[in-house]
């Protein structure tokens, strides 16, 4: 999973970022999915909470299901 968040000052800029995210998944490297709902909206933050941890802590790991 990948969840991109952008902070500015701009809530311009930021919802620039936004219109950037479609082109992305459409046309970016493969296998890219799950993008849903329309282009994302900027909204305020109300708090965030930053959590580093060692890599050597994190294991990748990737998922193949077949649906039926």
Do not use: H, N
Request: zero cysteines; proline letters at 9%.
């Amino acid at each position: 999973m990948l969840r991109v968040a952008v902070k500015d000052g701009s809530r311009e800029k930021v919802e620039r970022f936004g219109k950037e995210v479609a082109p992305l998944v459409t046309s970016g490297p493969p296998g890219v999915t799950g993008f849903a709902g329309g282009r994302p909206k900027a909204t305020e933050v109300l708090g965030t909470w930053p959590a580093l941890i060692p890599k050597d802590r994190v294991s990748a790991r990737v998922t193949v299901e077949e649906v039926a």
